[in-house]
């Protein structure tokens, strides 16, 4: 899996069963902009299950200093009353149609998400405006502190490595501010923060609705006669440039969590995402075969192989986007006594990148990354996140098969300038036994 896809941390609300769809033909996209800010998108690919996002520009980026974990603390608010309705009656009401509710949170976004059957979408669609505005009342707010610590010891090696590249390569950017509340930070939130912020971000101008599998015309119905949502606008998220680092973490593993990554692209600029999205198929992706000991495929995946001479190993391309930058590179889990070559080859894997490959080897990357942007239409969830995610940042949505074009569209000097900036500046990551890590000046 594409370390893309599991940076959003979700608590879940309600469970039930929801499928994916399979891949269509035609895709449709249409965004809409109603006066009071709330954008309006769908991904129209005719199948049977519709995913449902409402979605915040409200991630940990827009925390100031002294709220930190406020964000974490919100989402886990999620499924408590809303101003109008009990949470109990809310989450059985979506249940009783076959639906789900998660509630996700990253660096620009906050989410809620429902997925059900079509037939079912304009039930859900009504219930999800009350989940996602949730009244914070201070005994709910109490209630839901006591689940933060269980999300902490839940976090994967992976989470933890990814966050902390973040804050290696942004510092004091708003981007370098952790995903979830840190174990000092746990309860240290008051309802009246929560319910302060709650006001300023929770609010039209910096929301967007998005359906995938789902009529426009209905979403566009809901969301001109829903009153959950007040109008509003917040402020812009500080700047975040990327500045490159290192910081690394011992923790209780005899493994080494590594990450090299650099610039990447932002949400906002298409046809960089699309050279991302060729670059991590480069890099390599872990075996899609279950307990295999392949450290996966790709120029940097076989880099890495020779690297461990037979010993276990595991590699992944780093694809993060945010709404203005990025982050590309590779992730490894190796034994920590291993590291110091292995994170080595790596990053020569990377240098060979950024020195050019063939043309063969570049159009088997192509076609690898087109599969993987047409396979995301078999998972509607993720897909609708994404899009709300995107929609979020530039105000529009690109399907996954016009992604798939601009994925054909790039070219050999694309990737070779995209693998520069990573070795260029590059900044280090290590989670659990780190010793034997090198620093940036070390590469």
């Given at each position: 899996?594409?370390?893309?896809?599991?940076?959003?941390?979700k608590?879940?609300?309600?469970?039930?069963?929801?499928?994916?769809?399979?891949?269509?033909?035609?895709?449709?996209?249409?965004?809409?902009?109603?006066?009071?800010?709330?954008?309006?998108?769908?991904?129209?690919?005719?199948?049977?299950?519709?995913?449902?996002?409402?979605?915040?520009?409200?991630?940990?980026?827009?925390?100031?200093?002294?709220?930190?974990?406020?964000?974490?603390?919100?989402?886990?608010?999620?499924?408590?009353?809303?101003?109008?309705?009990?949470?109990?009656?809310?989450?059985?009401?979506?249940?009783?149609?076959?639906?789900?509710?998660?509630?996700?949170?990253?660096?620009?976004?906050?989410?809620?998400?429902?997925?059900?059957?079509?037939?079912?979408?304009?039930?859900?669609?009504?219930?999800?405006?009350?989940?996602?505005?949730?009244?914070?009342k201070?005994?709910?707010?109490?209630?839901?502190?006591?689940?933060?610590?269980?999300?902490?010891?839940?976090?994967?090696?992976?989470?933890?490595?990814?966050?902390?590249?973040?804050?290696?390569?942004?510092?004091?950017?708003?981007?370098?501010?952790?995903?979830?509340?840190?174990?000092?930070?746990?309860?240290?939130?008051?309802?009246?923060?929560?319910?302060?912020?709650s006001?300023?971000?929770?609010?039209?101008?910096?929301?967007?609705?998005?359906?995938v599998?789902?009529?426009?015309?209905?979403?566009?119905?809901?969301?001109?006669?829903?009153?959950?949502?007040?109008?509003?606008?917040?402020?812009?998220?500080?700047?975040?440039?990327?500045?490159?680092?290192?910081?690394?973490?011992?923790?209780?593993?005899?493994?080494?969590?590594?990450?090299?990554?650099?610039?990447?692209?932002?949400?906002?600029?298409?046809?960089?995402?699309?050279?991302?999205?060729?670059?991590?198929?480069?890099?390599?992706?872990?075996?899609?075969?279950?307990?295999?000991?392949?450290?996966?495929?790709?120029?940097?995946?076989?880099?890495?192989?020779?690297?461990?001479?037979q010993?276990?190993?595991?590699?992944?391309?780093?694809?993060?986007?945010?709404?203005?930058?990025?982050?590309?590179?590779?992730?490894?889990?190796?034994?920590?006594?291993?590291?110091?070559?292995?994170?080595?080859?790596?990053?020569?894997?990377?240098?060979?990148?950024?020195?050019?490959?063939?043309?063969?080897?570049?159009?088997?990357?192509?076609?690898?990354?087109?599969v993987?942007?047409l396979?995301s239409?078999?998972?509607?969830?993720?897909?609708?996140?994404?899009?709300?995610?995107?929609?979020?940042?530039?105000?529009?949505?690109?399907?996954?098969?016009?992604?798939?074009?601009?994925?054909?569209k790039?070219?050999?000097?694309?990737?070779?300038?995209?693998?520069?900036?990573?070795v260029?500046?590059?900044?280090?990551?290590?989670?659990?036994?780190?010793?034997?890590?090198?620093?940036?000046?070390?590469?």
């Amino acid at each position: 899996m594409m370390a893309s896809k599991v940076l959003i941390q979700k608590r879940l609300a309600s469970a039930a069963a929801a499928h994916s769809t399979g891949l269509s033909s035609a895709v449709e996209t249409k965004v809409s902009k109603l006066p009071n800010g709330l954008t309006v998108a769908s991904v129209e690919a005719n199948g049977p299950v519709s995913s449902l996002v409402l979605a915040y520009r409200a991630g940990s980026r827009y925390q100031q200093p002294d709220e930190a974990g406020l964000v974490h603390h919100l989402r886990n608010n999620v499924g408590k009353d809303s101003a109008n309705y009990f949470g109990v009656k809310l989450l059985w009401q979506i249940g009783s149609v076959g639906g789900n509710v998660v509630a996700t949170h990253g660096k620009d976004v906050l989410a809620v998400q429902t997925n059900v059957l079509r037939d079912n979408s304009a039930i859900a669609v009504s219930i999800l405006g009350e989940l996602a505005k949730p009244a914070l009342k201070p005994w709910d707010v109490l209630d839901a502190n006591t689940t933060l610590a269980s999300d902490l010891q839940y976090q994967q090696p992976f989470e933890q490595v990814v966050d902390l590249v973040q804050r290696a390569a942004y510092r004091n950017g708003s981007l370098a501010t952790p995903v979830n509340a840190q174990p000092h930070e746990l309860g240290k939130v008051t309802f009246k923060q929560l319910e302060a912020f709650s006001n300023s971000r929770l609010v039209s101008g910096e929301a967007v609705l998005l359906g995938v599998n789902v009529e426009h015309s209905d979403l566009l119905g809901y969301a001109q006669a829903q009153t959950a949502v007040g109008e509003g606008r917040g402020k812009e998220a500080a700047p975040s440039p990327y500045i490159g680092g290192d910081i690394r973490v011992a923790g209780p593993s005899s493994l080494a969590h590594v990450v090299i990554a650099g610039e990447g692209a932002g949400l906002k600029d298409v046809k960089a995402v699309a050279v991302q999205k060729v670059l991590a198929a480069l890099v390599g992706q872990t075996s899609e075969v279950k307990f295999s000991a392949s450290a996966g495929s790709g120029v940097v995946g076989a880099a890495v192989q020779k690297a461990a001479n037979q010993r276990p190993v595991g590699i992944s391309a780093v694809d993060v986007n945010h709404a203005e930058t990025g982050l590309a590179g590779v992730y490894i889990v190796v034994e920590g006594q291993y590291a110091e070559p292995t994170v080595r080859a790596a990053f020569d894997g990377l240098k060979q990148v950024s020195s050019g490959v063939d043309g063969a080897v570049l159009e088997a990357a192509k076609s690898n990354a087109k599969v993987n942007a047409l396979l995301s239409l078999d998972n509607t969830a993720d897909l609708a996140f994404e899009s709300a995610a995107e929609a979020l940042a530039h105000g529009g949505v690109t399907s996954p098969l016009e992604l798939a074009e601009e994925i054909g569209k790039v070219s050999a000097e694309d990737v070779k300038k995209a693998a520069e900036r990573i070795v260029k500046k590059p900044s280090v990551a290590a989670f659990g036994r780190v010793n034997q890590v090198p620093f940036v000046d070390q590469l």
